[in-house]
């Protein structure tokens, strides 16, 4: 018994279904053969269509206006089936709200149970490959990070490398987020056609604007928002590969640490007590020198009256003397910097050392108690020295006694007593004036009225003393920088007072006369002696760079007549000392003592590590705690501009799979794929073969046709519209969800 519907197409005839229950086939007999089993789950049926190879004449559908039969399309030829395999139709299975009518079950199929594992995977693995994508994306995130963690504030090594690695992590990361976010899209998509009536156009739009967004059409963004918003989040993803990566950058830093040093020398002063120079030591093939030079009164071992005496500083002493001051700085021994710290390194260090040191005072007098060699009248404005400098007063006299070649006496003994003897150590006094405006123009002459209110006049002296020293050592880019840190003045080197103007008529060339006699010391204590004599002749070389003035004629041009005015004590400006001269005098004696690390071959050359043993010119000598650094490329990682990217992108993922879950309930618990099976089983609606699905060369389909509405859901056997009060109703006769034509929602 036929009945009729008037679709848009036309009238199709509908054809009573054969059977609706499902007949055993061999399996040999059908080409083509769809069969799923029976199933009862909750309330709901599942049954199948087995489509079989059949001589019965009752077709799907009748030929509609001389339509031959067939699946979709509007040519018999291009069907997927042929025309001459005729199907005895079952009926179509679809998950649903409503189950179709209960079937006679196959005896030949054993039904499945909704507890069974096969069930539960069949239908949970879908949803669960969505959830495995995102937590997959989430642990190459953390795993990104943990990455660069682990670089951050290390030496930038294989930059390309691990710039590839952090590009790899980002990439498996944006790649499986995105995995998640595309399969939440398609249940949208599926949801938004069964919500929806929607032209060819905005179908063919959703369908494609994960891979082309050239085809986004209005009415998709309008009717399909949250699936559109879902394509968004994958068109942007990207970003994901070109931010995080950056995230890791490579920036300059200097790296300090504490270890230890090798070739670390310090001074000690206690070999030259001991040293004789007739049995000079040899270190490294290079004989070891004293800082003093001795006279001797007898080339006879055996003489008992033979003793040595003092007789002036070590030529090597006075030319690392005179760098010292002309450098205006400590001299280094030659790459002592890469002897030290290594090469490409710098490093520092701090030693200590007793040794001779100048403690200067500031003299509150006027200079005209007779106590000091001169007065502040004597300096500008009331006098002509700008600078003016007496260190020779007590100084020791290289002639002591008339003498042949090597001092020896020319008279026989007994000689003077106080032959060789050390009276006292000069005390060295200065007075000077600075301009009270340091930058103010310098006065032309004493006529200038400025004259007499813009200097300040200072004295002060310098008294030598036995010294305790810390200094830190600094190498820099192979330069070395050297600073005293602390100076301990512990006791006079002579504890005796200068007497001017009174002689010493004691039968030698040296007329010094001091006070106590019983202190001076003399050449029969030989170890106190030589080691005095090391110190008088470093404060020897003091005393020789700082004596003597800097006068201002009347016209104001100054003349020097002082090595002074070479070191860093005198500004080359206006020729007059520096504000702070007595601590420059200070630092100048200091700069003097530290030169004599840069030659080894002194006798007060020690290891840092074992003062008591000489260092010599060895190399490799023992370790010495200090602090090395290097300017080097570091990996900068910043923790939070990764996280912020990754963050968002993870918190649009789990948007997407709240959606893409919301969308499988909308589906009937469908999780919807986009196979080609898929497609096809959901575009068999009979009456999609009213719809012109020619193309032109281009692959536009005629004018007029994109805006043909289709629909999406359970469609009646051979109808082209919709039936049931919703999208998804069912029926004795339903076919499944499929697209359909349809002119309203």
């Known amino acids: 018994m036929a009945h009729g519907h008037e679709g848009e197409a036309g009238s199709y005839p509908l054809k009573h279904v054969e059977a609706l229950q499902i007949q055993p086939v061999q399996p040999a007999a059908s080409p083509l053969r769809r069969r799923e089993s029976a199933m009862k789950d909750s309330g709901s049926q599942f049954t199948t269509l087995d489509l079989q190879e ?40 679809f998950w649903g709200p409503r189950s179709p009518p209960s079937l006679s079950p196959d005896p030949n199929q054993t039904a499945n149970t909704g507890g069974s594992f096969k069930n539960w995977w069949g239908w949970w693995h879908p949803m669960f490959l969505m959830y495995l994508f995102f937590v997959f994306g989430v642990v190459a995130a953390f795993g990104h990070h943990i990455f660069y963690a682990s670089l951050h504030g290390t030496e930038a090594v294989d930059q390309f490398q691990k710039s590839r690695y952090g590009a790899a992590l980002s990439f498996v990361a944006k790649a499986s987020l995105m995995a998640s976010v595309i399969l939440a899209f398609r249940q949208q998509m599926w949801a938004t056609f069964r919500r929806n009536s929607l032209s060819i156009d905005a179908i063919d739009s959703i369908f494609a604007v994960i891979e082309d967004l050239t085809v986004v059409r209005w009415e998709s963004l309008k009717t399909a928002k949250v699936a559109m918003f879902l394509a968004f989040i994958v068109w942007v993803s990207p970003l994901t590969v070109i931010l995080t990566p950056g995230t890791l950058t490579v920036v300059p830093s200097v790296v300090t640490n504490s270890t230890h040093c090798t070739n670390v020398r310090t001074l000690n002063f206690e070999p030259e007590a001991t040293y004789d120079w007739r049995f000079p030591e040899e270190f490294g093939g290079l004989i070891e020198r004293s800082l003093s030079l001795f006279n001797t009164t007898s080339f006879n071992d055996r003489d008992p009256n033979r003793f040595d005496y003092y007789t002036g500083a070590a030529s090597p002493l006075s030319l690392a003397a005179t760098l010292a001051a002309y450098t205006q700085s400590p001299i280094a021994k030659k790459d002592v910097a890469i002897d030290i710290c290594g090469a490409g390194w710098n490093c520092s260090y701090e030693i200590s050392f007793v040794g001779p ?62 032959l060789g003897a050390f009276r006292t150590e000069p005390i060295i006094w200065i007075g000077y004036a600075t301009l009270k405006d340091q930058n103010s123009t310098f006065p032309h002459n004493s006529s200038d009225p400025r004259w007499a209110t813009a200097f300040d006049t200072s004295m002060f002296s310098c008294t030598h003393h036995t010294t305790e020293y810390t200094v830190n050592f600094n190498y820099s880019s192979g330069l070395q920088k050297a600073k005293v840190t602390n100076r301990k003045f512990l006791a006079p080197i002579m ?157 649009l993922s789990i948007t997407a799979i709240i959606f893409g879950l919301k969308a499988v309930q909308q589906n009937q618990g469908h999780f919807k794929k986009n196979r080609f099976s898929a497609i096809v089983a959901a575009t068999r609606g009979p009456d999609l073969d009213s719809v012109d699905w020619t193309t032109d060369t281009h692959g536009r389909m005629a004018k007029g046709v994109g805006q043909t509405k289709l629909g999406y859901g359970i469609a009646r056997q051979g109808v082209g519209e919709r039936r049931g009060s919703y999208v998804g109703s069912g029926g004795d006769d339903g076919l499944g969800e499929m697209f359909y034509r349809c002119e309203v929602d």
Not at 62 to 67: E, I, R, S, V, W
């Open 357 to 418: 040191g100048y403690k200067c005072l500031e003299y509150l007098g006027n200079g005209e108690d007779g106590y000091a060699p001169f007065s502040k009248k004597d300096i500008i404005p009331q006098g002509t020295f700008g600078y003016l400098a007496n260190a020779g007063q007590g100084e020791y006299s290289p002639t002591q006694i008339d003498a042949d070649i090597g001092g020896i006496p020319k008279s026989p003994p007994p000689w003077s007593p106080y």
């Open 54 to 93: 059949s001589n019965s004449s009752s077709p799907l559908v009748d030929k509609p206006n001389g339509h031959e039969n067939h699946f979709r399309g509007p040519s018999r030829k291009n069907s997927l089936v042929s025309v001459e395999t005729k199907y005895k139709p079952i009926t179509y299975g």
């Open 495 to 651: 504890n005796t007072t200068f007497l001017p103007n009174v002689d010493a008529n004691d039968g030698t060339k040296d007329n010094v006369s001091a006070v106590p006699v019983e202190d001076y010391l003399f050449p029969q204590n030989t170890n106190k002696y030589r080691l005095t004599a090391a110190y008088h002749s470093l404060g020897l070389q003091l005393r020789n760079q700082l004596n003597g003035t800097v006068n201002f004629t009347e016209s104001g041009i100054p003349i020097s007549n002082t090595q002074a005015a070479e070191t860093k004590l005198i500004n080359p400006v206006g020729f007059l000392p520096i504000p702070n001269l007595m601590q420059g005098v200070q630092n100048l004696y200091e700069d003097i003592i530290i030169s004599l690390l840069s030659n080894p071959q002194f006798l007060v050359v020690a290891w840092a590590a074992n003062p008591n043993n000489r260092s010599g010119t060895f190399a490799d000598g023992p370790s010495w705690p200090c602090q090395k650094s290097r300017n080097l490329n570091i990996f900068h990682y910043q923790v939070l501009d990764l996280w912020l990217v990754y963050g968002v992108f993870i918190l």
